[in-house]
């Protein structure tokens, strides 16, 4: 097998050849860090290799293997995101402000996964502190789309996105504050989950009234539920994390449709999408009808009342930022520093009136799936567009809001619902559109089942970019 076959191996599948000899670790390991040098210098979504590192760990999971005492992930290579806290390696939050920082200990996700047997490759891009949905950063320049060069792969773990579509092993560990997860599995033609708040454990906590999820982005969902397993438990670092230690979901993902209630949502009652990305996913949702669920198109009555929430705490989760402009906004991000600027001088009263608006939608959102199983919608409103810009060419041009076209994706942060983004087909110029398929709070197994079903209906995991035109 050539380093880019390998490197598109699922775990699953590494696993099993690991078991039975027929792959080592060690071999597994260097192939995909010469796939990644390989294709580094058109992705560019890795901020730091940590070769020596994971040949290291590939050495001890070979030896693992021979002795019959191997983990739960053992020898499968995974990438961390650069929000992500690694103990002794840089994390830099794609900003020249953290360019020199290196912490002492691991986050949490990071360490279960070290447990698990996993193999660290490096660390993946983000843009400046994850702030909007454009893999771009000041520190790093643009990371690109594996479907197309220069284009978005969605953010803000663009990076981790941009190596599950290029092979570059297969795990990827994000996180999602807005839609951060799913929006770089729509760009990039992956899947992605964003599972309960708390589900996996976050820290540090982030300055975002609990809206961060940490996740998995994947090429398929067994994959993505081998990880949930290996991350996921309480953990005292985070006092939001649920208590429920996780299901084995790799082995529980097969359950039919029939007869579930799925709601259908085109536009949330708001929202603009382009004609393309809609086209993808009614057809997408049709499939759903095909497997014997019940699916009717609604309009929550909650939907409208997002986006004005939006532009309220999106910029009031980076506020705190204003203390690096005296020294750092030479080199700082445009549209950071823009949006930051406009949350000075909003008050306190102003901040806690806005907050128990947010309160209320999250009930409402609880209270619509009531009646339903699921929600299906579009992970974003439309395909990659340059990742030079905010907004494709023809959306309206604004100096920070990018929302306009991830209206999707934040509402289930806040309500904190399990929600995932699958490959669903293709929009204009051939690149990937993303279904969203959204849960009820702490159905992550449903979430996962629903999404294992459509896989199954319509495999995609074996729809890759060629990376030889990207």
């Known amino acids: 097998m050539s380093d880019e076959e390998i490197g598109f191996m699922s775990a699953a599948e590494l696993m099993v050849h690991y078991e039975r000899g027929r792959l080592s670790p060690v071999e597994v390991v260097a192939a995909v860090l010469r796939h990644i040098e390989a294709t580094e210098p058109k992705i560019n979504a890795m901020v730091e290799v940590t070769a020596r590192h994971a040949m290291d760990s590939a050495r001890r999971a070979e030896a693992a293997y021979r002795a019959g005492v191997n983990r739960r992930l053992e020898g499968v290579p995974v990438t961390i995101k650069d929000l992500q806290e690694t ?42 502190f994850g702030w909007k949905g454009v893999s771009q950063s000041p520190l790093t320049g ?106 084995p979901y790799s082995t529980m993902l097969s359950a039919p449709l029939k007869g579930r209630r799925i709601a259908y949502s085109p536009d949330l009652g708001h929202a603009r999408v382009d004609p393309d990305v809609a086209a993808a996913v009614a057809a997408a949702v049709s499939v759903f009808e095909g497997m014997g669920a019940t699916v009717e198109e609604v309009t929550p009555a909650w939907g409208p009342k997002g986006p004005e929430l939006a532009r309220f705490f999106w910029p009031a989760t980076y506020s705190a930022k204003c203390t690096l402009l005296s020294e750092w906004e030479p080199l700082m991000d445009p549209g950071l520093v823009a949006m930051i600027r406009e949350t000075q001088g909003r008050t306190m009263q102003e901040f806690t009136l ?42 309206p041009r604004h100096d920070w809001d990018w929302l306009g076209w991830a209206e999707f994706s934040y509402p289930f942060n806040w309500a904190g619902n399990p929600a995932a983004s699958i490959p669903c087909g293709f929009g204009a110029d051939n690149l990937p559109v993303g279904l969203q398929v959204v849960g009820r709070r702490f159905d992550d197994l449903g979430v996962l089942q629903a999404c294992a079903a459509w896989e199954e209906a319509r495999p995609w995991s074996a729809v890759r970019p060629d990376l030889k035109l990207s």
């Open 87 to 128: 103990a002794n390696i840089p994390t830099r939050y794609g900003s020249w402000s953290r360019k020199d920082n290196v912490p002492t200990v691991d986050a949490p996700c990071v360490t279960r996964l070290h447990e698990a047997g996993a193999v660290m490759l490096g660390k993946t891009t983000v843009p400046e």
């Open 142 to 247: 643009v990371t690109s789309n594996p479907w197309k060069a220069g284009y978005n792969a969605g953010a803000s773990s663009a990076g981790a996105g941009a190596a599950a579509a290029a092979g570059y092993g297969p795990l990827h560990q994000g996180g999602d504050g807005a839609g951060s997860i799913r929006m770089p599995a729509h760009f990039c033609g992956v899947f992605g989950m964003k599972p309960t708040h708390g589900r996996i454990p976050n820290w540090p906590i982030s300055n975002n009234d609990l809206a961060t999820h940490m996740g998995p982005l994947t090429r398929t969902v067994k994959d993505a539920a081998l990880m949930l397993e290996a991350m996921s438990g309480p953990h005292p670092w985070d006092y939001t994390s649920l208590e429920a230690a996780p299901l």
């Open 354 to 395: 806005a907050r128990e608006k947010r309160f209320a939608y999250a009930v409402e959102i609880h209270e619509f799936f009531t009646q339903w199983d699921f929600l299906l919608t579009p992970a974003a409103s439309v395909a990659a567009f340059p990742a030079t810009q905010l907004q494709p060419d023809t959306w």
